[in-house]
């Protein structure tokens, strides 16, 4: 994958859970990454999935995995999901204790690593560790449940990690998560993001498959201008 790209990860948590492997069928083909939210009841409200569905996903689908742990102690719980398959496993700086002893320990596991930001999180916070991590997660909603609304001042947050990469000589990749659609898929290409998570849009689209393509070339036809 080349960080010229615009990469689309639908997230299974708007998918039906009791026909998963199905109705991930009907994205999987035009998606790059599947997006897998991990949230423990604790640091979120919601309760989600564990290393098990992980591991499940990774033998039952061909698309990598981006797995976002939004939960308590990722320290301690993160390498799970490493070793359950995760291809890349992001968690939120506003959980760790150590955030760039998590980030060597993932790297070490040999998966690539992304550092998540809650709304309120300022960027600065990205200062020290812009310089290990493979990709940034703007939070673009609170984070917990699917189908909220996004948060306007997200384009300059993006664009606020983008300026923070670039003066670092990062080609980090800037995923946002929540809301995402093609309506707001071109602003957020040209504020720098190239990974965009949706759920809602693409799961409740009458044609799944063609609402990728649809978010994808909204962001592409923004990037070229």
């Known amino acids: 994958m080349s960080h010229n790209d615009i990469l689309v990860a639908p997230s299974i948590l708007t998918a039906d859970l009791l026909s998963l492997r199905d109705d991930v069928a009907t994205v999987e083909p035009e998606s790059d990454l599947l997006h897998v939210d991990v949230m ?4 979120v409200p919601n309760l989600t999935f564990g290393p098990g569905v992980v591991a499940a996903c990774k033998s039952a689908f061909d698309t990598p995995l981006d797995v976002h742990l939004m939960i308590v102690d990722p320290d301690r719980r993160a390498l799970a999901y490493a070793q359950a398959g995760a291809d890349f496993v992001t968690f ?3 959980a760790s204790a150590h955030p ?3 980030v060597t320990q993932l790297a070490e596991a040999g998966v690539l690593v992304g550092v998540a930001l809650n709304p309120a999180t300022p960027t600065s916070v990205l200062e020290h560790i812009i310089n290990v991590v493979d990709m940034v ?5 609170e984070p917990g449940f699917g189908g909220q609304t996004f948060i306007d001042y997200a384009f300059s947050k993006v664009h606020a990690v983008r300026a923070l990469a670039d003066a670092a000589g990062r080609n980090v990749r800037i995923e946002v998560d929540g809301g995402v659609s093609r309506a707001n898929a071109g602003k957020l ?3 720098g993001a190239d990974v965009l998570v949706a759920g ?4 409740n689209a009458p044609d799944r498959a063609a609402e990728v393509r649809a978010i994808r070339e ?8």
């Open 40 to 43: 423990d009841g604790v640091f």
């Open 92 to 94: 939120h700086w506003e």
């Open 100 to 102: 760039h002893r998590l």
């Open 137 to 141: 997660l703007v939070m673009t909603v």
């Open 189 to 191: 290409a040209a504020a």
């Open 200 to 203: 809602s849009a693409v799961f």
């Open 218 to 225: 909204a962001a592409m036809a923004a990037r070229a201008k």
